[in-house]
Nanobody, 117 residues
Framework: QVQLVESGGGLVQPGGSLRLSCAAS????????MRWYRQAPGKERELVAHISSAGGSTNYADSLKGRFTISRDNAKNTVYLQMNSLKPEDTAVYYCNARKLRSPEVWGQGTLVTVSS
């Protein structure tokens, strides 16, 4: 069964950190680029970060550069999102996405991150 399962979300105070994980199964993880998206209440889903299949190339939303870091461990079929210096406006459901040319995208179910004091 093809699936992505996110974990690591929760409640954190402003200025705190969280690390999200996304475990992949049922497909050849090593050949897929991976992304994190987020969707805040009442807003459209936005791209947070992208990492190439081998992990050698990363890209970030301009507003998040320097605070968020995407990484992957192909031996564990897992992609991570390290989030530092969190702000209330980072509150959102965070989704993991797998993509490859000429293949259907794969989405996770999302994990909620709430930044509040």
């Amino acid at each position: 069964q093809v699936q992505l399962v996110e974990s690591g979300g929760g409640l954190v105070q402003p200025g705190g950190s969280l690390r999200l994980s996304c475990a992949a199964s049922g497909f050849n993880f090593n050949s897929y680029a991976m992304r994190w998206y987020r969707q805040a209440p009442g807003k459209e889903r936005e791209l947070v970060a992208h990492i190439s299949s081998a992990g050698g190339s990363t890209n970030y939303a301009d507003s998040l550069k320097g605070r968020f870091t995407i990484s992957r461990d192909n031996a564990k079929n897992t992609v991570y999102l390290q989030m530092n210096s969190l702000k209330p406006e980072d509150t959102a459901v965070y989704y993991c996405n797998a993509r490859k040319l000429r293949s259907p995208e794969v989405w996770g179910q999302g994990t909620l991150v709430t930044v509040s004091s």
